[in-house]
Structure formats: structure tokens, C-alpha cells
């Protein structure tokens, strides 16, 4: 090997090393302060199992297999495979599958509504994990001493507070500190559980899976409930996927299996040989396995750990919400950039507040990390069986594999989610209804605002005039042209856009140069900028542009007609006006929504955000043309 090819091998090593690091802290928070919660709660919680050797050893026998079959194999070996162009997450696997059933309406519908189900889910876990990580974290003070216990509820709602409140300022300066934090705190997961493991090595015995498989079929119901309690130790795997597009699968892949996984395995197994010792201890097993001296430090740790495990939450309800945006599943909102760098660092107001809401009600509400468990789980299984059905379309379709060989595959999952999203609907009376109703919810909101943007699109096309017609009918007789260029925002590159039609009707002119831009969105992440514009000179001075964006671009459309300058068409922004259609919809009764779907649409499209921010069209440039529009 050459001096030229080891320094490149050293700089890639490097690089990955690096990456590797960063992951720790934006992928693996959610995964990584599971130990906070999951072994206390299948020996203290709602319902625990007996404290008994062969109880211990058959749990722990699941958790690590399931941390084997779920996350190493599934995740980190098969899905994070299934890209689009690099991205993951569950609206990448949506854009995936739809291709590869787009010749099949029916299979294209039923991928789409799943698919809309499992980003609904989603959400659910969202308002869970922030409640429960950094809760279960504070309740460590009570483990210090019993007489704080009074303000645990107060100091984590401060704590949640915060770290909602510092989201409008970006997570640039913070994030610089997630990776080495969380590098502790796996480093202090593996002490804290090797010193445990020394001191009764027989709890290994636990890594084979006999001890699991007989544990399930000596306690049946009882281990249904118990596995409703295993599933916590793999919450935050899809996060994995989801944020494969910051960092690329090497890193993610390198973190998990060189330090992530081991760190949480002798975790596990540490806080079971802590019970194994003293079964007194299974009420808090992780904050009992350290030194009396070391709790304050070890609860503030946690705490760093669980708002860094809340923050990728967040950051990633902010991300799939603005997919959704692009794709056309929920209204235009604000969305602000929080650094000059990163694309993908954003923030959108109304998502963090309604966020933190939810949040501090659950808090408020179940008032422990106990009876916040019982409320975790079912949207996290729900989203892993979605997966899996979703992934099965794309290796059946997509890779080639077949339906035979990929449903082989996913099957062998889908036998172990199916179990855990079971064992949760145990949990629906004691709190697992919460996300489960929040879930619906959104999909219903969702489905609502795609239902009726389509209705919209249909009423508007039915209403619509032919474009080449129009300016056939223009060249006959030419009203007065004014000095200027008029930007008109048409959903239709073939037709007339409404603006257009009630300028003329009213102010009886046009401008002198007359640009029709239409603004498409498609299902990959992103469009390079070679592609961005499509221009085309059509009679008397009117220009058809169509400007191209994936699901993780940023709309701007000033900045895209700038790019039209090498195809002839070259702006004055002090000579611009955008006009832009504004309708005001009427539901009836007897159309092809439900009523009151028509009255949720409404609703949302009154409160939707304007096209001038989301397109980022300078205010005082843009005018607005009314219409109604009966559904």
C-alpha cells in the first residue's frame, strides 16, 4: 500500500470516527437512556413478575435478543439498506414503496395509508419520550434522598420547559457537546454495569436464549405482560434509520455494534445481577447499581442525557413535519432556519409549542416514570410492524427479492413485533390509549388535509382554462400591457391560474413580461440544482417555469427564478410583483368527504401558512386574489 492510499485510509477513518461520535448523540439518545426505565419496570412496575433467578435470567434473555433481532438485524443490517438517495425515516420508506407499486393503484392507496398511519405514530412517541426520559431521570433524586421526591414533578417540567424554550435557537452550539456527553454516558453504562457483573458473573448465563424462550412458555400471560416491558429496551431504534441521511449507515453502524450495544448489554445484565443480589433493589435497579456518592452526579448526567434523547426527538418531529409539508400531508407552516450551514437544522413554532403542551400534560397527567411506561410502547411497536410491512414492498419489489424470499425475511420480525405490539395493547386502559388516540388523531388530520387538497385540485381543474386556448384568445385581442413582470403562482402548468383571471376581470391589464411558475414536488430528498428549473418561452412575452423540489429541499422561489438568467429570462426584483390565488373554501353537504372531514379541512386551511413564507416571497411584493370555492 502506498504512503498516498494510508493517509487517505487514515483520513477516512478519521472522518468515520468522528461521524461515529456525533451519531452517539443524535441517534442513539432515545435507545441509550432506556436503562433509566425498562428493568425497573418489568420487577416494579404496574405489573411486575416475581423476583425470582429464573425471572431475572429470562428477562434478560429478552432483552438482549431482543436488542439482537430488532435493532442489529432488522435495523441496522436490513432497513438502513432500504435509502432514498441517502435518507431514511419513515417518509423516505413511503416515497420508496409508492414507487415500487405505482403501476398498482389499489397496492399504491394501501402503501399510502399505512404509510400515513406509521408518520402518525410517530408522533405519539414523541410526546412520550421526552416525558418519561428526563422524569425517569429526576426521579433519581429520590433515590438520593426521599425528601426531594415532592419536586420531581416541578424540576422536570422546568427542565422540559427549557428545552423546548432554546429550540428556536437551534441546536448548532449545543449539539457540539451531544456527542462527548453521550460518550460518557454509554462509557458510565458499561462501568456501572461491569461492576455489577463481576461481582455475580453467573447472570451471563442469561445471554443464551434458552433461558428466554423458557421463561415464555412457563409464565404465558404473565410473560405477555413482561414483554410489554422488554419492548422499552429498543425504543428509539427507528431513530437509526430516520437520521441515517445526517451521518450515512457506516458510522451509525460502526457506533452501534463497537459501542453503543455492548454499553447497553452490560448495562442490562449489571442491573440484573444487582437484583440477582438484593431483589430489594428491582425498584430503581440503574441508579441503586451506583456508589452512594456518585447519585447527584449520576442523576445530573441523566438528565443531560435524557434532554439530548428528547432533543433528537424533537428535532426529528420538526423534520418529518416539514416531509409531510412538501408531500402534501399537512398545511404550510413557519418554518425557520436555525443555522447558516445546515440545511436541516429548522424549527417550526407551532409544532414545538403544541409539542411541549402535550408533553407537560402527560406529566402533569400520569405524574410517574411507572405510569408513563404503561403509556410507552404501543405507537413505538405500532411504527416497528409498519416498518416491516412497508420494507417487505420495497425488498419484494425493489431489490428483486420476491414476495416469497422478502416476506421469509420479514416475517421472522414481524413474528417478534407482533409480540410486543400484543403485549402493549395489555397497556391501553393504564395509559397506552394516550398516544394511541394522539396517533389517530394525526392520521386523521392528515388524511383529511390530502383528501381535501385533492378535492380542492379537482374543483379548481374543473373551473380551469385551457392555457395555450387563453393565449390564443389574448393574440385576437391584447388588453393594455403595463411596464413590469407579473410572477402569477399556477398549481397547473397547462392552465390558467385564477390570479391571472380575476387581475384581468378587475384591473383590466397585464404586465408587460408575464411569468406562470409552478412549483412541483417530488418524493426524493432532494433535486440537485442542475435540475431545479425548466423554462419555456411561449407568445407575446409569457414564460412557463417549473421549479422542481424534493421532500428535504427548502422552497425559495426567488432564489430558483435566478436560475432562469441562462435560459433568457432574467429578474429585476424592484420590477417584480407575485400574484398569488387565495381561495375561500365552503363545505357542503353530499360531496365526496364527510361533512365534518370537510369542516376539519376548512379549518385547517383557513390556519394553514401563507404560500409568501413558505415560498420565501418578499411581502411587499406579492398581491392576493380571492375566490370561493364550494366543495
Keep these: 500500500m502506498s504512503s498516498t492510499e494510508l493517509h487517505a485510509g487514515e483520513a477516512t ?19 441509550g437512556t432506556s436503562p433509566l426505565y425498562a428493568v425497573k419496570e418489568v420487577f416494579a412496575g404496574n405489573h411486575p413478575i416475581p423476583v425470582t433467578e429464573a425471572n431475572i435470567y429470562g428477562s434478560l434473555s429478552l432483552f438482549f435478543w431482543a436488542l439482537i433481532i430488532v435493532v442489529s438485524v ?41 404509510g400515513i398511519l406509521g408518520a402518525a405514530m410517530f408522533y405519539g412517541d414523541g410526546m412520550v419520550t421526552p416525558a418519561i426520559s428526563v422524569l425517569s431521570a429526576v426521579e433519581g433524586l429520590e433515590v438520593a434522598t426521599p425528601a426531594l421526591k415532592p419536586f420531581v414533578i416541578p424540576i422536570t417540567l422546568v427542565v422540559l420547559f427549557m428545552l423546548f424554550y432554546i429550540q428556536r435557537h437551534g441546536t448548532a452550539l449545543v449539539g457540539t457537546f451531544f456527542g462527548p456527553v453521550m460518550l460518557l454516558w454509554f462509557s458510565t453504562l458499561a462501568a456501572l454495569g461491569l461492576s455489577n457483573i463481576v461481582a455475580h458473573p453467573a447472570i451471563l448465563h442469561a445471554l443464551n436464549p434458552l433461558y428466554g424462550i423458557e421463561f415464555l412458555l412457563a409464565n404465558k400471560a404473565m410473560a405477555l405482560v413482561a414483554m410489554g416491558n422488554v419492548v422499552l429496551a429498543v425504543t428509539g431504534a427507528e431513530a437509526l434509520y430516520a437520521d441515517m441521511g445526517h451521518f450515512g449507515r457506516k458510522p451509525i453502524q460502526r457506533a452501534w455494534f463497537a459501542f453503543v450495544l455492548p454499553a447497553l448489554v452490560l448495562n442490562y445484565f449489571g442491573q440484573g445481577a444487582l437484583i440477582l443480589g438484593d431483589p430489594e433493589a428491582a425498584k430503581n435497579p440503574f441508579f441503586l447499581s451506583a456508589p452512594e456518592w456518585a447519585l447527584f452526579p449520576l442523576v445530573g448526567l441523566a438528565t443531560l442525557a435524557t434532554v439530548i434523547a428528547s432533543q433528537a426527538v424533537i428535532s426529528g418531529a420538526f423534520s418529518v413535519t ?9 398545511p404550510r407552516m413557519e418554518v425557520q432556519h436555525t443555522s447558516e450551514k445546515e440545511q436541516g437544522q429548522i424549527y417550526l413554532p407551532a409544532v414545538n ?40 414492498v420495497v425488498v419484494a419489489r425493489g431489490w428483486g427479492w420476491g414476495w416469497a424470499r422478502a416476506g421469509a425475511l420479514f416475517a421472522c420480525f414481524l413474528a417478534v413485533e407482533l409480540v410486543f405490539l400484543a ?39 374543473g373551473e380551469r382554462l385551457e392555457l395555450s386556448l387563453f393565449l390564443e384568445s389574448l393574440a385576437a385581442s391584447m388588453p ?20 391571472m383571471l380575476h387581475n384581468l376581470m378587475h384591473n383590466k391589464v397585464l404586465h408587460e413580461r408575464v411569468v406562470l411558475v409552478s412549483a412541483q414536488f417530488f418524493d426524493v430528498p432532494y433535486v440537485p440544482d442542475i435540475d431545479r428549473v425548466e423554462v419555456r418561452r411561449l407568445r407575446d412575452n409569457f414564460w412557463s417555469v417549473i421549479i422542481q423540489y424534493g421532500f428535504k429541499d427548502e422552497p425559495d422561489i426567488p432564489l430558483a427564478l435566478s436560475m432562469c438568467a441562462g435560459a433568457g429570462l432574467e429578474f429585476n426584483l424592484l420590477d417584480t410583483s407575485y400574484f398569488i390565488g387565495r381561495e375561500t373554501l365552503i363545505p357542503r353537504l353530499n360531496s365526496e368527504m364527510a361533512f365534518w372531514r370537510e369542516k376539519i379541512f376548512v379549518a385547517m386551511f383557513r390556519n394553514g401558512g401563507s404560500a409568501t413564507a413558505f415560498f420565501k416571497i418578499p411581502s411587499n411584493r406579492v398581491v392576493e386574489l380571492g375566490t370561493q370555492v364550494v366543495l
Design 423 to 461: 403485549a402493549n395493547i395489555l397497556k391501553i386502559p393504564d395509559g397506552g390509549w394516550f398516544p394511541l388516540v394522539a396517533g389517530v388523531a394525526v392520521f386523521v388530520l392528515m388524511t383529511t388535509w390530502k383528501r381535501g387538497r385533492q378535492l380542492l385540485a379537482e374543483r379548481l381543474k
Design 74 to 114: 432488522k435495523y441496522v443490517s436490513f432497513i438502513m439498506r432500504a435509502d432514498n438517495r441517502g435518507e431514511g425515516g419513515i417518509m423516505a420508506l413511503i416515497a420508496l414503496a409508492l414507487r415500487d407499486v405505482q403501476d398498482k393503484p389499489k397496492q399504491a392507496r394501501l402503501v399510502m395509508v399505512v
Design 480 to 499: 393594455t400591457r403595463v411596464a413590469g413582470t407579473a410572477v402569477f403562482l399556477n398549481s397547473d402548468p397547462n392552465g390558467v391560474p385564477h390570479a
Design 322 to 330: 416539514r416531509q409531510a409539508m412538501q408531500l402534501g400531508f399537512v
Design 353 to 392: 409549542w403544541g409539542l411541549m403542551l402535550a408533553v407537560m400534560i402527560l406529566v402533569l397527567g400520569f405524574k410517574s416514570s411507572n405510569n408513563l411506561a404503561a403509556a410507552y410502547g404501543i405507537a413505538v411497536t405500532g411504527d416497528m410492524v409498519i416498518t416491516s410491512l412497508l420494507a417487505t
Design 13 to 31: 477513518g478519521k472522518r468515520l470516527a468522528v461521524l461515529a461520535l456525533a451519531a452517539l448523540g443524535v441517534v442513539y439518545g432515545d435507545i
